[in-house]
Structure formats: structure tokens, C-alpha cells
């Protein structure tokens, strides 16, 4: 069993900045990709950012810039450092973990619950 919990959202006014924290636990050989996503009222879900274990990085285009993600491989943790934060920012943000587990020749993914994120203008 692998579980995935993220932290760190809030309320912010725009131009401001916020953190976000994922955490991986369980079964977990190894982590390969992480990324985070967000979902906004009636949007589909969209990619902000994922990182590789080696440390190779990809960014929406609408975020290059002004989002850095980075990760802690021995803490099986993922990070999401939002600064100039629009109201169009504002939405619900989900972390992804492609995990290898024991017992499985492949990496499957495991989503978090999601932390809000709410930018005010």
C-alpha cells in the first residue's frame, strides 16, 4: 500500500507565494517520475510540473517561470515552490508518485487527496 498526502495550500493574495509539500509512504521500492496537476472549477485536470529521480524537470508553459518543483529522493518527497501566484492559479492540486512496489515488475501511479489553492486578486 502506498499513500501520497499533500500540504501547504492556502489562501493567498495574488502576487504572493506558497509551498506546496507531497509526501510518499508505504511499500515503495522506488519512485520514478512525481509531478504535481491541478484541477480548477469545471477544467479538466492539468499538468503543472513533474520531476524524474534524477532530477530532470517539465513545466506547463504557463507556469515556466514562475513554479519550481523539486524533490528529496531519501524523503520520498516532491515540492512545489509557486511564486507570483495569479487567480488564475486558483484550483485544487494533486500530487502524482509512479511507485514501484515489491512484488510488481512495473511502477504504478498513486494520486494525493489534493490540497486547495486559492489566489485572490
Known amino acids: 500500500q502506498v499513500h501520497v498526502v499533500e500540504s501547504g495550500g492556502g489562501l493567498v493574495q495574488a502576487g504572493g507565494s506558497l509551498r506546496l509539500s507531497c509526501a510518499a509512504s508505504g511499500s515503495i521500492l522506488t519512485i520514478k517520475t512525481m509531478g504535481w496537476y491541478r484541477q480548477a472549477p469545471g477544467k479538466q485536470r492539468e499538468l503543472v510540473a513533474t520531476i524524474t529521480s534524477g532530477g530532470t524537470t517539465n513545466y506547463a508553459d504557463s507556469m515556466t517561470g514562475r513554479f519550481t518543483i523539486s524533490r528529496d529522493n531519501g524523503k520520498n518527497t516532491v515540492y512545489l515552490q509557486m511564486n507570483s501566484l495569479k487567480p488564475e492559479d486558483t484550483a485544487v492540486y494533486y500530487c502524482?508518485?509512479?511507485?514501484?512496489?515489491?512484488?510488481?515488475?512495473?511502477?504504478?501511479?498513486?494520486w494525493g487527496q489534493g490540497t486547495q489553492v486559492t489566489v485572490s486578486s
Open positions: 502524482d508518485a509512479e511507485v514501484l512496489v515489491p512484488g510488481l515488475g512495473y511502477a504504478s501511479h498513486y
